[in-house]
Structures are given as structure tokens and as C-alpha cells.
């Protein structure tokens, strides 16, 4: 960083829709920048399945030094179903960055904008505000590319470590503090199928220990299953959630449908020291090239970013800008926007132009 107020930025656009949903982020990034005195030097890298086309990896060596360099990752959607390796697995370098930088604490916030269809009935009138935290690095993701198939079996092993669990959950209540901090009810939930597996019972003893430090998070501890049920019935009743990789990668699906699905949904994957921000959705090559992408969960996934930039480096203009995106995005769906996948006719252009207006 050349100065307090100045941040690079690795720009990974990616596959299918990621480069149409990423200019428009890039656009929005640039005005509030402009307006909070906040500058962004953006450097694009390749990574995904065309890449690994071209050259045979997911991403070059050069890119990984410049997310290592940067001060911050920016990722579109990596990845094609008809591009695999060749044990048929998909070409993902958004999980292998997550590996390569320690990214351990993935976050997923799920909140209605006013104006957003929800398929739960009464989420209008009593509104949606939560966020999964995903362990990103172990779980049954550890298994990765190790897994071992015969002719008769397949095997995958999950892994659960004290350390990486630890560092997890003092991430999560240092979020629920937060969240508290600024009005939210700031509560904390294991998620976890303790009662059938051991290595569940061990994620929830780790979770129980560090709880005992944060005596001013309301904590609870919930099964998988009945944390699924409960999502679609009462939405309203979540704050923070913590839990394994494989139930993360599932229950973050759910969450982001409750509030109008995949694109309406930011995220980031965050370590000690790096973090990547992304929107959930995938690549999308069906509707590559045609304008429809929606590209809000990219844009929230970059105010997601300057609130984490501000966090780390101290600076409250960047904190602020964050807030200026997400309200502008408010603005724009209460005011009547309606992308395609919600049957209207507002594209990735009228999306970007309408928040770009808001600002």
C-alpha cells in the first residue's frame, strides 16, 4: 500500500460471467472511491478453466504472487462444467487460493434487501439478516484431491484440527461482537453433527472452550438438520453461524436462496493475513454473453472487502464506503429493480447503472 488511503487490489475476473459481473464492481469501487477520498489500483490476473486450457493450471505462479503482493483479492467465478481434470473434478482456484493463503473463515452474510422476493413467507415484514461462517480449509474438503477410489469403494477423510477450529471460532465471536456492536443481536451458533460423529464432538468442545472467553455472545449449538429445518421456517432467529467446510458449502446455499438466490449473495474467505471476496453464484455459461448476469453479489462482495480493509488497516472512510455501497443497493431494489432471474427485464447493465446513479 502506497498510502493509508490507497489500496491494490488483484483483480481475478475468471470464467463464464465473472468478467461481466466484475467491471461492473471495478465501476462502483472507482465512484465511491472518488467520493471517500480512497484510491484502487487494480491489477488483473487470469485464473480458471480457460486458463488451464491455454496452459494446463488452474492459475499461473504469477498470479498467486500478486494476490500474494496485493491488499486485498477480488474474484468473479472460476470454473466451466465441461473444463476437468483429469480425475473429472472441476478446475476451482477459488478453493486452492483458500489453501495457498490459510484461508480458513469463509463468510457468507445473508441479508434481504427491502424489495427482494424471499420464497419465506413473512421474511418482508420480519427481515433476514444472518451470516454462515464457513471453515474453509479443512473438513471434508481436506480431502481434496486425496480421496482414494477402488472398484469397489471410494473414500474421503474429513479433518478437523484444534488450531485451525480455535483461530475459527475466536474469528466468529470477534463477528458476533461486531454485529453487536452495531445493533444486530450479535449471538453465535455451532452448527455441527455432534451427536453422531466424533470428530463433531471435538469441533464443539474447541467451540464450548472458546465461548467461555466471549461471556457477552449469546451462544447456542444446533444439529446440521435441524439448523437446515429451522433456516426455512424462521430465518429471523439466525445471527452468526459457525460450522464445518462440507455443511458450510451446503447450508451458505440455503441461506443465499432465502434472500432471492446466488447472485443477490457476497462472500469472502479470509485468513490471518489475506482474504479473497467473492459472490457466491458460479460462472453461469448458460447466460455468458447475454446481459443477464446480476451482478449485485459481486458488488456487495466488494463493500464486503473495503469493511474488511478498514478493519485491518484502521481507516473508517473505507468502513464508510462499504455502508455507502449496500445502501445504494437498498436504494435501487426498493426503488423497483428487478433483475432477470426474479422475471424482469433489468440486466447487468441497468443493475450496474442503477446502483453507479444511487452513489
Known amino acids: 500500500m502506497s498510502a493509508n488511503n490507497a489500496f491494490h487490489i488483484a483483480v481475478l475476473a475468471g470464467d463464464g460471467i465473472g468478467p461481466e459481473v466484475m467491471a461492473p464492481a471495478l465501476e462502483v469501487l472507482r465512484k465511491v472511491g472518488d467520493k471517500s477520498g480512497l484510491s484502487f489500483r487494480f491489477t488483473e490476473a487470469p485464473a480458471g478453466a480457460n486458463n488451464y486450457l491455454a496452459t494446463g493450471k488452474s492459475m499461473p505462479d504469477s498470479t498467486i504472487k500478486l494476490c500474494e503482493e496485493a491488499d486485498a ?37 445473508a441479508r434481504l434487501i427491502p424489495g427482494v422476493p424471499s420464497p419465506i413467507v413473512g421474511a418482508d415484514q420480519r427481515g433476514i439478516d444472518l451470516v454462515v461462517i464457513r471453515e474453509s480449509t479443512e473438513g471434508l474438503f481436506a480431502s481434496m484431491g486425496k480421496g482414494v477410489v477402488t472398484q469397489e469403494d471410494a473414500r474421503e477423510t474429513m479433518v478437523i484440527t484444534r488450531k485451525t477450529s ?86 451458505s446455499d440455503i441461506t443465499a436462496s432465502l434472500i432471492g438466490g446466488l447472485g443477490m449473495a457476497p462472500s469472502a474467505d479470509i485468513g490471518d493475513k489475506y482474504a479473497v471476496f467473492q459472490p457466491c453464484h458460479g460462472t453461469a455459461p448458460d447466460i455468458m454473453g447475454q446481459g443477464k448476469a446480476n451482478p449485485t453479489g459481486m458488488i456487495l462482495s466488494a463493500a464486503m472487502m473495503l469493511d474488511w480493509l478498514a478493519d485491518k488497516h484502521g481507516i473508517e472512510s473505507a468502513t464508510e464506503a462499504g455502508a455507502q455501497i449496500e445502501r445504494a443497493v437498498d436504494q435501487v431494489y426498493a426503488g423497483g429493480l428487478k433483475p432477470m432471474e426474479f422475471g424482469g427485464s433489468n440486466g447487468t447493465a441497468d443493475i450496474a447503472k442503477a446502483v453507479l446513479e444511487a452513489l
Request: glycine share 6%; hydrophobic share 45%.
Open 166 to 251: 480455535e483461530r475459527l471460532f475466536e474469528f466468529s465471536f470477534r463477528l458476533a461482537e461486531r454485529r453487536k456492536a452495531r445493533g444486530k443481536p450479535g449471538s453465535l451458533a455451532c452448527v455441527d453433527k455432534a451427536n453422531v460423529f466424533k470428530a463433531f464432538a471435538f469441533f464443539r468442545g474447541i467451540f464450548d472452550e472458546i465461548a467461555k472467553k466471549h461471556p457477552d455472545v449469546k451462544t447456542d449449538r444446533l444439529y446440521v438438520d435441524a439448523c437446515s429445518a429451522m433456516l426455512v421456517k424462521r430465518p429471523w432467529d439466525f445471527d452468526v453461524m459457525v460450522m464445518e467446510n462440507m455443511f458450510g458449502d451446503i447450508v
Open 73 to 109: 483479492i477480488l474474484l468473479g467465478a472460476c470454473g466451466l462444467p465441461s473444463v476437468r481434470y483429469p480425475d473429472n473434478t472441476e478446475i476451482a482456484p477459488q478453493i486452492e487460493l483458500r489453501f495457498i493463503f490459510d484461508l480458513y473463515a469463509g463468510v457468507r452474510p
